[in-house]
């Protein structure tokens, strides 16, 4: 069991900087999410630590090592792609089997590493088909399998729920979180699904273009984004972004919104005053957006979609910024094309500068 | 008048016109019946003519060989009988041709020889074409694809070209020391050397190479496999078909060669040098060099027969990538 460290490290490819002074530690027996769209580095990342791309600058760190200059075998990693990457000539106990070969396990070792492994995954009755007689799901366990079978101090995955089907994917998703736990291994998971990063993941980290935006527990990344980009990323649907003015409101501040000026909470009124900022965003989840005629912000209601255990009501502010606001379905639905007033509470509003995207006030 | 005109017809064709009428007969009365569906006529027509053009072009590429095989069980005397007897099929065959060819005519150590060279040039193939699409498949090295252009512009090469320069070189290697006596002039040394590798092998191989999935190499990588288990392990079993397109074909061009061998073989002669030789041996008895030409051919025939589908394969490969 080991801890896997970024120390200040860069990839280029050419030009083009695919990993930016990335410094990030993975502890021992973590579960870590390298989470971004793709093209956003996370990748590329994973595959250095597999020692399958060297790092153009700084050091990676395995257990107590830098592995730099250590050949991919000899990490004790196992990595489990996206494509699976099985050897389509090979039984699927022969895959299992591979990594203890090269490593020259005896044989009666290997066959009850070989058994282990795949009673683990429930792989039992399969080990004499090829890869190609397998659905999708069981590919994805034999890749697991193959993983697990030699025990390695770090496991690494790309992306390997995205080639299952939506229903398979919840099931496996689950199976891969007790895999971990049972197993105590680190675990360094790559994905470009926030649902799976949030719902897996001891901490997140999310990568754009490269950089390295927040590091967090998922609620703590969920509730308190970093920036603006970490705010869109993470929830479903993202958390809606209004730009506004600060001005001067009774001694307080507040923020002038299309059709409406929302008093900042004391809270963060200090922090902006401190940023001098001018230019804000204001965000606010759909699930603290709240329907209420009360409310001071003027809106239009464009689409209403129903989810059946709630409702996504889609609407226009005066400025044309659209606004998702998530209702319990036992509210009464509003009217498409009606006027309605939207209303949250103060706890709930983050304000970005809108310059920089950064989070105002404290993190 | 009618009664008349059918006597005058012969037999055969009034036979016919009488299977004509009676078929439109029936078919007119099924048509009535309504139960009667024609099979699309375009369709059907279409196909008809497809099998007729393709029945007369293997009729045409089967003939020289129906004549040789034919040829190789008759008498002298019968083959060269003007006007021809067109005996379908040979009912009192003469295979006496056949143990003169293999015995006096030497067609059995010419074939040991042709067995020799043609497995030397196959595996020295397979053995130089897989390495090399290997390293430019999966290796990055200074000036690859350059490398690689000139690989395949020896394909562009003929033989012909650079013959006398090989005779030179294989002249002058059977001063070598030590190996000398089997790479000089008339050693199976000198028959296969010139033909160890080729363009054609690294690019057909190569090909292949691409088309498997990077993770493959990456994931054997990280289970411990370097390169050249990788290649044993993984690589080869998983383009069997284009080696084994890569094994047929330098089978057939190695077996079927005739200059190299001529000029450089004395003791040595391939089956193909050999069957001119016979010729010249036996002027009066040419069933038996129809016999030797027909043994010089079994082994392709049955490399043939069992392996069309990876010779289609072989010559399809590279147009469609995977």
């Known amino acids: 069991m080991a801890r896997v460290v970024f120390q200040h490290v860069t990839k280029r490819f050419g030009t083009v900087v695919a990993v930016d002074d990335l410094t990030l530690e993975v502890e021992d027996r973590e579960f870590l999410v390298l989470l971004g769209p793709s093209g956003c580095g996370k990748s590329t990342a994973l595959r250095m630590v597999a020692g399958l791309e060297e790092p153009t600058e700084g050091e990676i760190v395995i257990g107590d090592h830098v592995v730099n200059d250590v050949d991919p075998k000899d990490r004790d990693i196992a990595m489990v792609f996206q494509s699976y990457a099985l050897y389509p000539h090979m039984t699927v106990a022969g895959n299992i089997e591979f990594p203890l070969r090269s490593r020259r396990v005896p044989a009666a070792q290997r066959k009850e590493l070989v058994d282990a492994a795949a009673s683990a995954l429930g792989l039992e009755g399969l080990l004499d088909r090829k890869p190609s007689q397998l659905s999708g799901g069981q590919r994805q366990r034999v890749a697991l399998a193959r993983a697990i079978v030699r025990r390695p101090q770090v496991f690494l995955m790309d992306e390997p729920l995205s080639n299952l089907d939506a229903k398979l994917r919840v099931q496996t998703r689950a199976e891969l979180i007790e895999l971990q736990r049972r197993l105590e291994t680190t675990v360094v998971y790559v994905t470009h699904d926030q649902v799976e990063a949030m719902t897996m993941g001891h901490r997140i980290a999310i990568l754009r273009d490269g950089v390295l935006q927040q590091v967090g527990a998922p609620q703590d990344v969920y509730a308190r984004p970093a920036n603006l980009f970490v705010a869109g990323f993470i929830g479903n649907p993202p958390m809606n972004t209004i730009a506004g003015k600060v001005v001067g409101d009774d001694g307080g501040l507040a923020v002038g919104l299309p059709g409406a000026r929302v008093p900042l909470p004391d809270g963060i009124v200090a922090a902006v005053r401190n940023a001098g900022v001018e230019e804000v965003v204001i965000g606010v989840r759909p699930e603290h957006l709240r329907l209420d005629a009360g409310g001071i912000v003027p809106a239009t209601v464009t689409v209403v979609e129903s989810l059946g255990h709630e409702r996504h009501v889609a609407c226009r502010l005066d400025d044309g910024t659209l606004v998702i606001v998530r209702q319990p379905s036992d509210q009464a639905a509003p009217s498409v094309a009606g006027t309605v007033h939207l209303a949250t509470d103060a706890q709930h509003l983050h304000v970005f500068d809108a310059a920089s995207g950064d989070r105002v006030g404290a993190p | ?322």
């Open chain 2, 1 to 322: 008048m009618s009664a008349e005109l059918a006597g005058a017809l012969q037999p055969g064709f009034r036979n016919f016109l009488l299977g004509v009428a009676a078929v439109v007969t029936l078919s007119a009365a099924l048509a009535v019946a309504g139960r009667f569906v024609p099979p699309r006529p375009a369709a059907a027509f279409r196909t008809a003519n497809r099998y007729v053009l393709l029945t007369v072009l293997a009729l045409i590429v089967l003939f020289p060989i129906y004549i040789t095989v034919l040829n190789s069980v008759l008498q002298p005397n019968e083959i060269i009988r003007r006007p021809p007897t067109l005996a379908i099929w040979p009912w009192e065959a003469d295979w006496s041709g056949y143990s003169q060819a293999w015995d006096q005519g030497d067609v059995s150590s010419y074939l040991l020889n042709s067995a020799v060279v043609t497995v030397l040039i196959v595996s020295g193939q397979l053995v130089t074409s897989i390495l090399a699409a290997y390293a430019f498949a999966f290796l990055e090295f200074p000036l690859k694809r350059t490398i690689f252009v000139v690989f395949l512009a020896t394909m562009m090469v003929p033989f012909e070209v650079v013959f006398f320069t090989n005779l030179q070189t294989v002249a002058t290697m059977g001063d070598w020391p030590v190996v000398g006596d089997h790479v000089g002039l008339d050693t199976y040394g000198a028959l296969a050397i010139p033909f160890l590798a080729t363009g054609f092998g690294a690019f057909l191989v190569r090909q292949s190479f691409l088309s498997l999935p990077r993770d493959l190499r990456d994931a054997a990588a990280l289970d411990g496999y370097g390169h050249f288990r990788f290649l044993t392990r993984v690589a080869v079993p998983l383009s069997r078909p284009a080696i084994a397109s890569l094994a047929l074909f330098s089978f057939f061009s190695a077996w079927n060669q005739y200059l190299w061998p001529l000029v450089v073989s004395d003791d040595k002669r391939t089956v193909q040098v050999g069957l001119r030789q016979l010729r010249g041996v036996a002027l009066d008895q040419i069933n038996v060099t129809f016999a030797g030409t027909v043994l010089a051919a079994l082994p392709l025939f049955v490399l043939l027969l069992a392996f069309q589908k990876q010779l289609v394969r072989g010559l399809t490969a590279g147009a469609v990538k995977g």
